[in-house]
């Protein structure tokens, strides 16, 4: 990145977003995989976030890393609500140094499939909840909702992933989301 197009902004601003940008890009695009279930689609959320807070950097207080995945998130949803592709993954990707982390949570291609049939606040909510470690109130914070709307889209979409057709037959991958 060169500076800003406005020619604004301070060499310091380049260089602390440059270092965010290095050591924060492999966790916020696991957020964006685990929202998208897509790598391409991943790269070019992050991508979207990053430019968006690039133009938001100077105004960016406190959590940085909580203000894109803020932005990541929002920006999810408004893609969801513009197009849908219709495409569900049939299998997990290649293993990256970011997937090797998810693939200690999940374990099987059907609780992917699943998780991506959840409507998109349910699916947000868990993905931040269980994949990101963030509390409730944190998620509330990111979503813009409030913490109770927080707790009932985290049980109607466990609820969901409990009752789905491909685990009330196989016992050994319900407890993958208990």
């Keep these: 990145m060169r500076g800003r197009p406005d020619?604004?902004?301070?060499?310091?601003?380049r260089t602390?977003?440059?270092?965010?940008?290095?050591?924060?890009s492999p966790r916020l695009l696991r957020v964006a995989y685990l929202l998208t279930c897509d790598w391409a689609a991943a790269e070019d959320l992050l991508q979207t976030a990053l430019v968006k807070a690039w133009f938001a950097w100077p105004r960016v207080h406190?959590?940085?890393?909580?203000?894109?995945?803020?932005t990541i998130v929002n920006t999810y949803i408004s893609w969801r609500r513009r197009r849908w592709?219709?495409?569900?993954?049939?299998?997990l990707p290649e293993r990256t140094e970011a997937a090797d982390r998810v693939t200690e949570y999940v374990e099987r291609d059907a609780l992917w499939r699943m998780l991506a049939e959840l409507p998109r606040r349910q699916r947000a909510v868990l993905v931040l909840?269980?994949?990101?470690?963030?509390?409730?109130?944190q998620i509330a914070e990111?979503?813009?909702?409030?913490?109770?709307?927080?707790?009932?889209q985290a049980s109607k979409g466990l609820a969901k992933l409990r009752t789905h057709p491909a685990l009330v037959d196989s016992p050994d991958q319900k407890e993958l989301i208990h």
């Design 16 to 24: 602390e977003y440059d270092q965010f940008v290095v050591d924060r």
């Design 129 to 137: 909840r269980y994949f990101e470690d963030l509390t409730e109130a």
């Design 85 to 91: 592709t219709g495409e569900i993954p049939q299998a």
């Design 142 to 152: 990111t979503l813009g909702i409030s913490v109770g709307t927080v707790k009932s």
């Design 62 to 70: 406190g959590d940085a890393e909580a203000y894109i995945r803020r």
């Design 7 to 13: 020619g604004g902004g301070r060499l310091a601003d």
